[in-house]
């Protein structure tokens, strides 16, 4: 592999962990707070709290806590990318219409069959338009990151090429970073038809 | 048997229910009549063990209705089929949230999509649906549990006049072929002719009346010249009870 698929290996694999950690977080504590008011009273003023802070500005707090390699840049990422996920998820839940959970609740269904069977389906539509939100903003953040004491990622790369005046690789750097975009978009979109053929239209 | 005895549900300061006390003979069918916001729903879900009553309660041939029971089906104004699920999976759910196999589940679904005429549409989804395949997945989902007391919310509110008139057909068929005690809440007061052996006039202001429907199960029922004479005596009585 050339030394820019290296660089463009490097910084899908954290976007991608990224983005599974956040959804492996947010969801769930999501979901419990969208079914349980007193949970959302506990975690919707953490999140209504901590998700305006600029977190590209807490980066250097976590290079002090957690040095400088892929763990403080996956925490950024983390932070960033966990309060758009948890909203999705609680109010997907929260608004699923009262008679269907009254359904489900006559059909008997309660407790972990109600969660996967009603509340998980029924936010997946507004998840997915989340993790297209998160996708873009991982790939900004992590260019951003990327240029703390980084061997690969495409930050690293494009900032390097520039420092010492080769353009061309440089811009081959910036369209590597589109086009993983552009992969990741489409992954997102391929995975939210699979995972919700009931929005297909026509 | 199902007995409500003595039932009250209030919410906050407004009582929905005040004591309310009816019986529905085993496999009868009795259609609930009532201005919206006297406590028809709200009957039919305490019936259903989803709602808990403040005082009184509601037995099932003897056995106190405590939560959800298995034997209950349920189908709401707004159907309650989950979008997610095909009409297959939908009526599936219904047998695996009661423990059900998968391969039971599945036989027993096919049965009855067959039954219902639904197995052209068995993998669609209910956005796909037109309004009676719809009513007819609802049904299939309580059909298939085999349930001995079936509750509908005004189940036909949503289909056009014909469609309408197919669904009581419908129920009146499933219900020759597959007895149970059925008990449907309507603010139609022709459907509560056409579908109640006994219609029950639910009013806040007195106890509920109960008319014996003296056409019911009659051939061409909705053509019978007895039929616009008792609409109107069932109108009459459920303008009486709101004075």
């Known amino acids: 592999m050339n030394e820019l698929g290296l660089h463009t290996v490097a910084s899908f694999v954290r976007v991608v962990v990224a983005l599974a950690v956040s959804l492996a977080l947010a969801v769930p504590a999501g979901m419990a707070a969208g079914a349980r008011p007193r949970v959302d009273r506990w975690l919707s003023p953490v999140a209504y709290l901590l998700y305006p802070v600029p977190k590209i500005a807490l980066l250097p707090a976590f290079i002090v806590l957690l040095g400088l390699g892929e763990a403080s840049k996956l925490a950024l990422l983390v932070t960033i990318l966990i309060f758009p996920f948890y909203l999705a998820a609680r109010d997907g839940v929260r608004d699923i219409p009262a008679d269907l959970i009254l359904s489900a609740r006559s059909l008997g269904l309660k407790g972990g069959a109600l969660a996967r069977n009603v509340s998980f389906p029924a936010l997946l539509p507004r998840l997915f338009s989340a993790l297209r939100l998160g996708v873009g903003i991982a790939l900004s953040v992590l260019f951003f990151a990327e240029n703390f004491s980084t061997e690969y990622g495409l930050g690293s790369f494009v900032m390097n090429q520039w420092s010492i005046l080769r353009y061309a690789e440089m811009s081959w750097g910036i369209a590597a970073l589109s086009g993983l975009g552009l992969a990741l978009f489409a992954a997102v979109d391929a995975a939210e038809r699979w995972a919700c053929p009931w929005l297909k239209k026509g | ?243």
Request: proline share 6%; net charge neutral; glycine share 10%.
């Open chain 2, 1 to 243: 048997m199902i007995r409500v005895e003595g039932v009250s549900v209030r919410f906050g300061d407004e009582v929905v229910l005040d004591g309310l006390g009816l019986e529905f003979a085993t496999h009868s069918t009795t259609a609930m009549v009532g201005r919206s916001g006297c406590g028809k729903t709200t009957l039919l879900k305490v019936m259903a063990g989803l709602q808990v009553p403040d005082a009184g309660r509601v037995t099932v041939d003897g056995e106190p209705v405590v939560g959800v029971r298995p034997g209950t089906g349920l189908i709401l104004q707004s159907l309650g089929l989950f979008p997610w699920k095909s009409v297959a999976e939908n009526v599936t759910l219904a047998l695996t949230a009661l423990g059900v196999g998968p391969r039971e589940a599945a036989d027993r679904t096919r049965a009855v999509l067959e039954d219902l005429g639904l197995t052209a549409v068995a993998g669609k989804f209910p956005a796909q649906l037109s309004g009676g395949q719809a009513q007819r997945t609802a049904i299939a989902r309580t059909l298939v549990r085999r349930s001995d007391l079936l509750l509908m919310d005004e189940p036909s509110a949503s289909l056009d006049a014909l469609s309408r008139e197919d669904f009581q057909d419908l129920l009146l068929d499933l219900q020759k072929r597959h007895p149970s005690t059925l008990v449907v809440v309507t603010h139609g007061i022709e459907e509560a002719v056409v579908l109640g052996q006994t219609i029950v006039v639910l009013t806040k202001a007195a106890p509920p009346l109960r008319l014996a429907n003296p056409l019911f199960g009659q051939p061409r029922l909705r053509s019978d010249p007895r039929f616009g004479p008792f609409c109107q005596e069932v109108r009459e009585a459920l303008a009486g009870g709101t004075k």
